[in-house]
């Protein structure tokens, strides 16, 4: 079994692919650019995470934790590429609104959202990155199964 924050950034691609405009193009790395084969795409990575006990002691505590996974949606074309940015992330916060991605979570939302536009190229690029807070819990000692 893995980590739940593995669980979560694997369900959350789940959940965005097959979207109208990305289709399958989901991928859960940042490391690599996106080529102009995969674009309009998706990279799906995790950034930080928090995490507090419940109550003090004991070897059933529980934490609360906070998860901040990191959706960049990436876009290129000689025009309306900025209708385009904003389709893509109207088109994943509404498959990520009000879930529980497949119940891991207690709750998540889209806490940002940063947009930014390349010029340099054959195309322009533009790249919106959601960062959206996941906020579950796990046992002290089974951090791989959510409560």
């Known amino acids: 079994m893995s980590h739940v924050r593995q669980q979560i950034r694997e369900r959350i691609a789940t959940e965005v692919t097959g979207l109208t405009t990305t289709g399958s193009k989901v991928?859960?790395?940042?490391?690599y650019p996106l080529q102009s084969s995969n674009l309009p795409g998706l990279l799906i990575y995790t950034t930080a995470e928090s995490s507090e006990?419940?109550?003090?002691?004991g070897t059933s505590r529980i934490f609360n934790r906070v998860l901040?996974?990191?959706?960049?949606?990436?876009?290129?074309?000689?025009s309306n590429y900025d209708d385009t940015?904003?389709?893509?992330?109207?088109?994943?916060?509404?498959?990520?609104?009000g879930s529980t991605i497949n119940g891991l979570v207690k709750d998540i939302y889209l806490e940002s959202t940063d947009i930014n536009y390349q010029g340099e190229?054959?195309?322009?690029?533009?790249?919106?990155?959601?960062?959206?807070?996941?906020?579950?819990?796990?046992?002290?000692?089974?951090?791989?199964?959510?409560?």
């Open 27 to 31: 991928y859960q790395s940042r490391v």
């Open 53 to 57: 006990p419940i109550d003090m002691g």
């Open 68 to 78: 901040t996974v990191a959706i960049e949606a990436y876009v290129k074309g000689t």
């Open 85 to 97: 940015i904003d389709t893509v992330c109207s088109e994943v916060e509404t498959a990520l609104g």
């Open 121 to 147: 190229g054959d195309q322009p690029l533009a790249v919106a990155t959601m960062s959206w807070n996941c906020l579950y819990q796990t046992a002290a000692n089974a951090p791989d199964t959510a409560l």
